[in-house]
């Protein structure tokens, strides 16, 4: 084990983390809005998966393109689920809610499966996103890099409209106190709407990564991304940002060190490791990294 080998475990665990960060950054948003853990998040890095394998190998359509009607797809399907599943029970228990994600979680991958049948689809990016660069003895494809300025472009775009837009300010009252956003003359609806949509987009374009990383997708893909990207968005404090951006890599890094690092015998526990990896933070950190101590909305 040498310096390149440990800095090429590095570079992984960034990729891998990016991918988290993006998905995470949803569960963040959508839980600071309305207290509600989205679980059928996660399967819309399934359907942006098939959206880019249908417009890429299908279509044809030029990567760039690709990617702008991956993003509208994910925010309309962000859309459809707040206001066919989510809002009609909004202001009952929490426990509801959880539970209708879940119910809308394994209908999308039911309607997956009856869709596109539940055998593994070969995903092959543009050959030019596929060539292999070396630098400073640590190798990555083109995709890779993309992948990265992607997330780093996409979070930076959306912590400026958190924190510089009208919508931005609305979302981050909104986050503070629903009740009283409500009576300042802010639209809860509109606000809530536009945080499932931002938060779905990111998704989706995290399942245009997920499968150029891995170069293979099936419908049951968003369930295991999605619930490690819950599990970044625990680890840097559910509700926040820059808390889900951190999780994020903090637990792609740990997750490819812990398989990189350690004899090989140990790589089929990585997901004992990333759940064991939690526990302890917790234990330490019971809002998580950057969260705060919650309190109660009026």
């Known amino acids: 084990m040498n310096i390149n080998y440990i800095a090429q475990q590095i570079v992984n665990g960034l990729i891998l983390g990016s991918m988290y960060a993006m998905v995470a950054i949803g569960f963040s948003m959508i839980y600071g809005i309305i207290r509600l853990i989205n679980f059928a998040h996660g399967d819309v890095v399934m359907i942006g998966a098939f959206c880019t394998l249908g417009l890429l190998q299908v279509v044809g359509a030029p990567f760039p393109l690709v990617a702008l009607v991956v993003l509208a797809a994910g925010a309309a399907v962000g859309i459809l689920i707040e206001k066919g599943a989510f809002r009609p029970m909004r202001g009952a228990p929490q426990v509801t809610g959880f539970i209708a994600s879940l119910a809308v979680s394994i209908m999308l991958q039911n309607f997956g499966v009856i869709i596109f049948t539940a055998q593994p689809r070969n995903f092959a990016f543009p050959a030019y996103l596929q060539r292999v660069i070396q630098l400073a003895g640590v190798s990555f494809r083109v995709v890779d890099l993309v992948i990265m300025l992607s997330a780093l472009v996409f979070m930076c775009a959306l912590m400026l409209l958190v924190h510089k837009t009208r919508l931005g300010i609305a979302m981050r009252a909104t986050a503070e106190n629903i009740d009283v956003a409500r009576l300042m003359g802010i639209n809860i609806n509109r606000i809530i709407m536009a945080t499932f949509a931002?938060?779905?987009?990111?998704?989706?374009?995290?399942?245009?990564?997920?499968?150029?990383?891995?170069?293979?997708?099936?419908?049951?893909?968003?369930?295991?991304?999605?619930?490690?990207?819950?599990?970044?968005?625990?680890?840097?404090?559910?509700?926040?940002?820059?808390?889900?951006?951190?999780?994020?890599?903090?637990?792609?890094?740990?997750?490819?060190?812990?398989?990189?690092?350690?004899?090989?015998?140990?790589?089929?526990?990585?997901?004992?490791?990333?759940?064991?990896?939690?526990?302890?933070?917790?234990?330490?950190?019971?809002?998580?990294?950057?969260?705060?101590?919650?309190?109660?909305?009026?």
């Open 198 to 298: 931002l938060g779905s987009a990111l998704a989706a374009i995290a399942g245009l990564m997920w499968g150029g990383k891995f170069g293979q997708i099936d419908p049951l893909l968003g369930f295991v991304p999605g619930l490690k990207s819950f599990v970044a968005a625990v680890i840097g404090g559910v509700g926040s940002i820059p808390g889900a951006i951190l999780g994020g890599f903090v637990l792609g890094l740990a997750e490819v060190l812990f398989v990189g690092l350690l004899p090989p015998i140990y790589s089929t526990f990585r997901d004992a490791f990333v759940f064991s990896t939690l526990i302890i933070i917790l234990l330490l950190l019971p809002n998580g990294i950057l969260g705060k101590k919650p309190q109660e909305r009026s």
